[in-house]
């Protein structure tokens, strides 16, 4: 199973919803899963926080975030979510952060028949990796800091509304009230545009073939060996490259990413632990356990009663 589907299963029949691929959701960190490991995808993803506060990851940039605040992901931006403590979900989930969670497909604002007009102002938003697009002019992080952030957040809320009543056309109002988001987004950018790019492109792309490929092969052995050889890098090099970036070895990147996969199946399924272990690469129970319990602070079926 693909690991996105672990944190997204609760959503998949919505996620992949081809009617009117637009999906809205809550989350809830570390309640709902004790946080999001680096991966990306293809769709645009607007994260509103609610409440609380955490801190959210857009290709390795990395801020802080609280209620009021807006992240925006553009197709194929690596990214990742925590509650801003290490072992947040031990912590006695007294810090959490509230968010919503809207994710749609490209097309449900632009496709073959779309004027080149607005296809070219939609560009930096959902064609960021094409030539000339600009999508590293468009922030990532919407704060205080930025006067839209209030009219940008009323607009979600106002859209959250319509699709709660789901009156007649009520899909008009949710891609009007997109094109009204992008548009006074990219009338107020800041006058220093944020770095949303921290490192070469070819260097992301590479990242992203690594978290790809971590998520497809989740219950299998994965080696540093496989992954020099999916990035083009000697094995030494590989490893240095993987640190520079995420400031971690490979292997601990991984263990800690089965893990997060492993936390939010444990509370979202009845399935054994021995079973959870196994469908997240885990093949030591024994091992299993013990690096779930250094990580989260309890033992997995600990965490699954604690969860309760």
């Known amino acids: 199973m693909d690991g996105l589907q672990y944190y997204g299963y609760r959503e998949e029949k919505e996620h992949t919803r081809e009617a009117f691929p637009y999906n809205v959701y809550p989350c809830t960190i570390p309640l709902d899963f004790p946080d999001v490991p680096l991966h990306w995808h293809d769709e645009l993803e607007i994260i509103a926080v609610k409440k609380g506060s955490g801190m959210i990851s857009v290709n390795l940039v990395t801020r802080p975030v609280k209620a009021g ?9 690596l990214h990742a979510i925590t509650c801003g403590e290490e072992n947040g979900a031990a912590a006695g989930r007294t810090h959490r952060m509230e968010y919503e969670n809207i994710i749609f497909k490209r097309r449900l604002l632009t ?3 779309t004027p080149e007009e607005i296809r070219r102002a939609l560009a930096p938003f959902l064609f960021p990796d094409e030539a000339g697009a600009g999508g590293q002019r468009i922030p990532a992080f919407v704060t205080g800091q ?19 009543r789901r009156p007649g056309g009520w899909q008009l109002m949710v891609q009007a009230n997109l094109l009204r988001f992008f548009y006074l987004l990219q009338q107020n950018l800041p006058d220093e545009a944020q770095e949303r790019v921290t490192l070469p492109p070819e260097s992301l792309m590479r990242l992203r073939k ?5 998520g497809s092969h989740l219950t299998e052995k ?7 050889d999916l990035t083009g890098f000697s094995q030494t090099h590989f490893i240095r490259f993987f640190r520079r970036c995420t400031g971690l070895h490979f292997t601990e990147w991984l263990n800690r990413y089965r893990l997060s996969m492993a936390a939010r199946l444990l509370l979202i399924s009845d399935a054994p632990v021995t079973e959870v272990a196994g469908e ?5 129970l024994s091992y299993f ?6 990580r989260y ?3 997995p079926r600990e965490y699954r009663r604690s969860s309760g």
Do not use: H, W
Not at 69 to 77: A, N
Not at 222 to 228: K, L, R, S
Not at 280 to 284: K, Q, V
């Open 69 to 77: 605040d807006i992240v925006l992901i553009l197709p194929g931006q």
């Open 111 to 113: 496709g073959p028949g």
């Open 146 to 164: 930025m006067p839209v952030r209030q009219k940008l957040f009323s607009l979600i809320e106002e859209t959250d509304e319509v699709c709660d």
């Open 210 to 214: 690594v978290t790809e490929y971590a």
């Open 222 to 228: 994965i080696t540093i060996a496989q992954m020099a």
């Open 280 to 284: 997240t690469g885990f093949g030591n």
């Open 289 to 294: 356990n013990r690096t779930f319990r250094a």
């Open 297 to 299: 602070g309890m033992t």
